[in-house]
C-alpha cells in the first residue's frame, strides 16, 4: 500500500505542476474568467482543490490551515497560489512516506466542515485525497481548453512511462 500511496503523491505533484505552468501563461482577466465551471474560474478551482487538502490533512495530521467552506479562496493570485500549493503537495509526500503498510487500514475520526463527526480508514481518505485532485484537475484542464490554451497532458501513464 505505501509504494501505491506513494506514487499516486508524486504523480499528484507533477501534474499539479504541468497544470500550473499552463495556467501561468494566462492574463489575469482569463485566470478569474467565469467559465460555468463548478468552482467558477480557473483560480476558484485551483484554489478549491488546495482549501480541499488543508481540511484533508488537517483531518489525516491534526496540523495545519484549515476551512470551513469549499468556496473558500484564500489565493485570489495564481503567483500567491503557486509556491502554497508546491508545498501542500511536498507536506502530502512527506506524510505519505512517514505511513507504513499497516497505517493504511488504521481509522482516522474527524469531523466534517459540519461539524458532524465520522471516522473512515486512512487509505480510503487517501484515496479520496489523490481522486479528488484527478477529478478537479480534469476540470480545469477543460477551463484551459475554454480560454484557448492546450492543456497539458496529465495522465498517470505520462507520469509513469520512462522519460524518451
Avoid: C
Avoid at 474568467?33 to 468552482?39: E, P, Q, S
Avoid at 489525516?60 to 500567491?80: K, Q, Y
Amino acid at each position: 500500500m505505501r509504494a501505491h500511496f506513494q506514487r499516486f503523491a508524486a504523480y499528484n505533484a507533477w501534474a499539479n505542476l504541468r497544470l500550473y505552468d499552463a495556467a501561468a501563461k494566462l492574463t489575469d482577466e482569463a485566470w478569474h474568467r467565469d467559465t460555468g465551471a463548478f468552482f467558477t474560474s480557473l483560480a476558484g478551482t485551483l484554489n478549491h482543490i488546495l482549501v480541499a487538502d488543508r481540511i484533508w490533512m488537517r483531518r489525516l495530521t491534526g496540523e495545519g490551515e484549515t476551512h470551513t467552506a469549499l468556496t473558500d479562496m484564500p489565493f485570489p493570485a495564481l503567483a500567491d497560489l503557486r509556491p502554497v500549493r508546491e508545498a501542500m503537495d511536498a507536506r502530502i509526500i512527506a506524510f505519505v512516506d512517514t505511513l507504513d503498510d499497516t497505517a493504511f487500514g488504521d481509522d482516522v475520526h474527524y469531523s466534517n466542515t459540519r461539524g458532524e463527526p465520522h471516522h473512515l480508514q486512512r487509505g480510503l481518505i487517501l484515496a479520496h485525497l489523490f481522486n479528488h485532485q484527478t477529478h478537479h484537475r480534469g476540470q480545469a484542464h477543460h477551463i484551459l481548453s475554454q480560454l484557448d490554451q492546450d492543456p497539458p497532458p496529465l495522465d498517470l501513464l505520462y507520469f509513469a512511462l520512462p522519460a524518451a
